[in-house]
Each structure stands twice: as C-alpha cells, then as structure tokens.
C-alpha cells in the first residue's frame, strides 16, 4: 500500500466515522422528538378525559413528562426542541420512555377494549 493510498484510506475511515457518529446522533434526536410528541399527545387526551395516566410519582413518568411540558409546539418543532436539551436530559429521556410507555399502556388498551 502507497503512502497515497493510506492517506486516502485514513481520510475515508475518519470520514465514515464522523457520519456514522452524526447518523447515530441525529436518530437519538429523532427518537427524543418522538418520545416528546407522544407525551404531548397522552397529556392532551387526559386533559379531554380520554386517558388516564400514570401518577407523577414513578420517576419515568415524571422525567418524561417534564420534558414534554416545556416543549412550546407553537414556537419550535419537537426535534428542534430536542436539539436544544443537554445531553443528559436527552439520555434520561430516552431510558425513561420505555417504563414510561409501558406504564402508561394498560390505561389505553382498557379503553380501546371498551
């Protein structure tokens, strides 16, 4: 291998590299984006009485629908309002959002049985 060629092959790994890790972050953006629009959605149904969700004392519940509460959907768009949350926030909302999801789903299959 020339010189040449392992320059070029530096370059295209250092590359690669930087839109694997800029892929991987722009996912967990949207994955937040998503968690947040979710939240939004299940606090406005149980504001119409249409779902019931989980008390404020699980800490899942609590982290995600902090977050999702100071989201201003008129002013930003949920991935944007992402992009703007540290990362820690961003990293307790997402492993916050499945036991949130899960403690929230009993409520919604109740009543779509009914």
């Known amino acids: 291998m020339t010189n040449s ?10 590359s ?4 694997a890790d800029g892929l991987a972050g722009r996912i967990r953006l949207e994955q937040a984006a998503r968690v947040i629009t979710t939240a939004r959605r299940a606090a406005q149904l149980e504001a119409a ?4 969700l989980p008390e404020m004392a699980d800490p899942a519940v609590n982290a995600v629908t902090e977050v999702a509460r100071h989201w201003d959907a008129s002013a930003v768009t949920a991935i ?16 916050a ?13 109740d009543r779509l049985a009914a």
């Open 5 to 14: 060629t392992r320059l070029q092959s530096a370059a295209l790994a250092r």
């Open 16 to 19: 690669l590299a930087e839109m």
């Open 49 to 52: 009485g249409a779902l019931r």
């Open 80 to 95: 944007e309002y992402a992009e703007t949350l540290p990362e820690a926030v961003i990293e307790r909302l997402l492993g």
């Open 97 to 109: 959002a499945p036991a949130w999801a899960a403690a929230c789903r009993p409520d919604v299959t």
